[in-house]
């Protein structure tokens, strides 16, 4: 039974497989426009196009990176660990692929690079801010609150609305 389920899954899987089971838009007319113009062709695969859009994806945090902007009270962890880790798995898969995906690799190398890099500094602040207000380091991932505002007491306040009159000449301009 297991052999049977294996070969179904390899067959329905074998067109999608390979550079030709990469193909996003197929088809007569996207067939002979690759056959007219190799670049269409190149560019009508999931393997140049995902890596395209990932870059997309990879753009702020790497600029952010580049140009120093970014501040570590601004940075999410929970996003900067999550594309970390999308940046392990996607790169090991882009290894793992054939043919090898290095578009792929790159792209989400660069993920991890810099992702990896804003979780620890904002891991690092964490633990300095910790340190400099004294209180105990239980989860240095944990945001740490901000202290409690005070409430100020509301000013009694006599709110006075004008009494407005209309006459009987502006209501019948308003009907016409």
């Known amino acids: ?9 390899s067959r329905f899987l074998a067109r999608y497989s390979g550079i030709e089971g990469g193909v996003l838009l197929r ?4 067939q002979q426009l690759g056959e007219k113009y190799p670049s269409f062709k190149k560019f009508n695969n999931v ?6 859009w990932k870059w997309g994806l990879a753009a702020v945090p790497l600029y952010g990176a580049v140009s120093g902007d970014v501040q570590v009270e601004n940075i999410d962890l929970k996003t900067s660990g999550a594309l970390s880790l999308t940046g392990i798995v996607w790169a090991y898969y882009g290894m793992l692929v054939r043919p ?5 690799v790159a792209v989400n190398m660069a993920l991890l690079a810099v992702n990896g890099t804003n979780v620890a500094r904002k891991v690092m602040y964490n ?3 910790a340190a400099a207000t004294d209180l105990s380091v239980v989860d240095t991932l944990q945001v740490i609150p901000a202290p409690a505002l005070t409430a100020v007491p509301a000013a009694d306040v006599t709110v006075v609305t004008p009494s407005v009159t209309v006459a009987e000449s502006d209501v019948a301009d308003a009907d016409k």
């Open 1 to 9: 039974m297991a052999t049977a389920v294996r070969s179904v899954v």
């Open 127 to 129: 633990r300095e801010l």
């Open 100 to 104: 090898t995906a290095y578009l792929l």
């Open 27 to 30: 088809g007569k007319v996207f």
């Open 47 to 52: 393997l140049t196009v995902a890596p395209a």
